[in-house]
Each structure stands twice: as C-alpha cells, then as structure tokens.
C-alpha cells in the first residue's frame, strides 16, 4: 500500500528566506504526486502535481517541487517566502489506475513565518 | 463553476448519537473521496464513492457509511459517536473518466465535528 512520510512537523523560516519541505513516498510503481496547503479552518488547496514528464513542477503561488525517483521523494520548494505563506503543507500520493484509485495523505509541515 | 459545498460547518453531538454529515460535488464531477482529520493530523481516507457505489475505503469501522446520489452529491453518516470521532471531515470531489490516475481532488471546507 501507498504511503508518504514528512519528517519535518513543524519548520520556522525568514520572510524573504527559501523554503524547503521534505516528502518521501513508499508505492511500488509509478506514483502521481500532490503537494496541497491549508490555512487554518479552511479545505486543502492544490500548489501542484507530478503526473509524468519534467521532473520539476511548477505550481501557483511561486512554489515548485522536484520527483526524484532514486530518493522516492519529491520536495516543494520556494525560493523566497513570504509571510501569506504560514500554513499547513501536506503531501499526497495517488495510487493506482483505475476509477478506485485514491489519493493518501501525509501527516503535514507545519509552516511558520519570522518576521 | 460551483465549488465544493459541505454542510452544516460545524456540530455537536453526544457519544453514541448519529450524524450525517453532507457534500455537493463540484460541477461535472462524478468522484467523491471522504477524509477525517484530527486536531494537528493529515487527511485520513474514509472511502470514496464512484457512480453511487462506494469503491475504495481506509482503515475505518463500518459505523461509518455514506452514500452518493444521481446528482453526485453525497452524504456521510456516522452512528455510535465516540469522542475519537471528533475531527474536521472535509469532502473531495474529482472527475473520473475511467481508468487512469487519481486526478486532482478538490476541497470543500469542511464539517468540524465536536464529539462530547
């Protein structure tokens, strides 16, 4: 079964400092993988995807995350925060192709901004 | 485009008391996915509904069931309320087309549910 790990519960980082949150994914074939934050009290909104191609993705808000298969992980990366960027971070992975595939959740990195 | 709607936003109830907790899917979306999340957790997969049949489901107890309508929209009921079952449940929905990769999910904000 699909899994992911994000060793880091809780990071602090400068305004204006880069931003690196770690994923790592356990699944057996190849994975489609999801990077979703949260503000507090609100759903998940989707930053971005990895379905295939260029292993680097671009997403909104200025983040971008790398798949490295030999690592199983797939980062999420921003080169210069700011402080609307305090939030929840969860990794996801999608497994499986068919109309039952699901997509599972990792525990979260929580974000914090220093003035 | 509608998004995600799920009501009501917040409740409580009493151990051992039901609860149906309800989710209209974004427009053209014909996948529903449920997820439970505790206090300072990720998402928890409860199950996920495709054309009105349930098609996927985590590691959670058969008091917890739902159901999808014609319109895709869907419900979630819990019976037999424990104080653990306190937690935000919040809805997904996506489009299948059929074979393929999980496509991305789309959110609504929540039901936050208080277990006393």
């Known amino acids: 079964a699909q899994s992911v790990t994000q060793p880091d519960i809780h990071i602090t980082v400068s305004e204006g400092a880069s931003l690196e949150l770690r994923c790592n994914y356990s699944?057996?074939?190849?994975?489609?993988l999801f990077w979703y934050v949260q503000s507090p009290g609100q759903g998940l909104q989707l930053l971005l995807k990895?379905?295939?191609?260029?292993?680097l993705v671009q997403g909104i808000k200025g983040f971008e995350a790398e798949f490295k298969r030999s690592q199983s992980s797939f980062n999420l990366r921003k080169p210069s925060v700011h402080w609307s960027d305090a939030a929840e971070y969860f990794c996801a992975v999608g497994a499986g192709y068919s109309s039952a595939s699901k997509i599972i959740f990792g525990s979260g990195t929580r974000l914090s901004i220093r003035p | 485009e509608t998004g995600v709607t799920q009501s009501p936003t917040h409740l409580i109830k009493t151990r051992g008391q039901q609860v149906t907790l309800r989710c209209s899917s974004q427009?053209?979306?014909?996948?529903v996915s449920w997820y439970q999340q505790a206090l300072g957790q990720g998402p928890q997969f409860i199950f996920q509904y495709y054309r009105e049949e349930e098609n996927g489901r985590g590691n959670f107890p058969p008091r917890f069931s739902g159901l999808q309508f014609p319109n895709y929209s869907s419900e979630l009921n819990v019976n037999a309320l424990e104080l653990d079952d306190s937690a935000l449940y919040l809805c997904?929905?996506?489009?299948?087309?059929?074979?393929?990769?999980?496509?991305?999910?789309?959110f609504g904000e929540g039901s936050r549910l208080t277990v006393l």
């Open positions: 699944y057996g074939a190849t994975p489609y």
């Open positions: 427009s053209g979306h014909n996948t």
């Open positions: 990895y379905f295939s191609g260029d292993t």
């Open positions: 997904a929905s996506r489009k299948t087309t059929g074979p393929g990769p999980a496509g991305e999910l789309f």
